[in-house]
C-alpha cells in the first residue's frame, strides 16, 4: 500500500500559486519525498524530490514540514499544461525499491 | 536527462494473439526495469521487476506464464502479453533503474494496448 494521502483533487486558477498537500506521517528516517505527476496517456514525469531540506527546481518547490510527516509541492505559477495527476512518494532513495504509486491527486489548471 | 522509450506507443490486436513491448535506456544503462500497468482512472500497479540476465520477480496476482518478461541486455527489456484477451487491455509503462550514483529510475512514455 502507499505510504501518502493525498487530496482527491484540487482546482487552480491559471497563473496562480498551486500547493499540493501530501501526508506521510509513518516516512521512515530513510525515505525521500517524491513527487511526480502523470499528464493525461503519459508515462510519470519527475518534479521533484527532498529528504529533509526544502527544495526548488525549475519545475517546483518542495515544503518538508520539521518532522517530516507532510509536504507540500508548489507550482508557482500554474499553466493550462500543468493540469495532471501529481504523485507524492515516499522511497529509500537507492538500490532495490520501485516506486509505489496511490491514486494521487488530480489537479485541474483553470483558465 | 536519462530518456526511456518504450515501442510501440500504441498497439491494437485480436484476442488470443501474442503481443511484445520494447523498453529502452537510450543514454544509460540499467540493470533493473520495472513493469507498470495502469487501468483506465487507476493508479500506476507494479507487475514485475526485471533484472538483467536473471529472471523476473513477479508480483503477486500477475501471471508469470501470460506476462512474458525479458532483459536481455543492460538497455532493453521487453514485456510479451501472450494470448492476449480484451481484459489485457492497458497502459503499460517500465521504468529503468540507473547503473550507479543513487539508482534514480526514470519513466517511459507507455504503451496502450487494446485488445478486440
Known amino acids: 500500500d502507499a505510504k501518502t494521502t493525498q487530496p482527491t483533487s484540487m482546482d487552480c486558477a491559471e497563473g496562480r500559486a498551486a500547493n499540493l498537500p501530501c501526508n506521510h506521517s509513518?516516512?521512515?528516517?530513510?525515505?525521500?519525498v517524491y513527487w511526480y505527476r502523470q499528464i493525461h496517456s503519459q508515462g510519470p514525469q519527475y518534479i521533484i524530490h527532498?529528504?529533509?531540506n526544502n527544495e526548488t527546481n525549475e519545475m517546483a518547490s518542495l515544503i518538508i514540514t520539521e518532522d517530516r510527516k507532510s509536504s507540500t509541492l508548489i507550482l508557482p505559477h500554474a499553466t493550462l499544461r500543468d493540469t495532471a495527476v501529481y504523485y507524492c512518494?515516499?522511497?529509500?532513495?537507492?538500490?532495490?525499491?520501485?516506486?509505489?504509486f496511490g491514486p494521487g491527486t488530480r489537479l485541474s489548471v483553470l483558465p | 536527462g536519462a530518456v526511456v522509450s518504450q515501442h510501440p506507443s500504441w498497439v491494437i490486436c485480436k484476442s488470443g494473439t501474442s503481443v511484445k513491448i520494447e523498453c529502452r535506456s537510450l543514454?544509460?544503462?540499467?540493470?533493473?526495469m520495472f513493469w507498470y500497468r495502469q487501468f483506465p482512472k487507476q493508479s500506476l500497479m507494479l507487475m514485475a521487476t526485471?533484472?538483467?540476465?536473471?529472471?523476473?520477480?513477479?508480483e503477486q496476482g500477475v501471471e508469470k506464464d501470460k506476462f512474458l518478461i525479458n532483459h536481455a541486455s543492460l538497455t532493453l527489456s521487453t514485456l510479451t502479453v501472450t494470448s492476449a484477451h480484451p481484459e489485457d487491455s492497458s497502459f503499460y509503462i517500465c521504468?529503468?533503474?540507473?547503473?550507479?550514483?543513487?539508482?534514480?529510475?526514470?519513466f517511459g512514455p507507455g504503451t496502450r494496448l487494446t485488445v478486440t
Open positions: 526485471s533484472n538483467e540476465g536473471s529472471k523476473a520477480t513477479y
Open positions: 543514454d544509460f544503462q540499467a540493470t533493473t
Open positions: 521504468s529503468a533503474r540507473e547503473v550507479g550514483g543513487l539508482g534514480e529510475q526514470y
Open positions: 512518494i515516499v522511497r529509500v532513495a537507492n538500490y532495490g525499491q520501485n516506486f509505489v
Open positions: 509513518t516516512i521512515s528516517g530513510n525515505e525521500y
Open positions: 527532498g529528504l529533509k
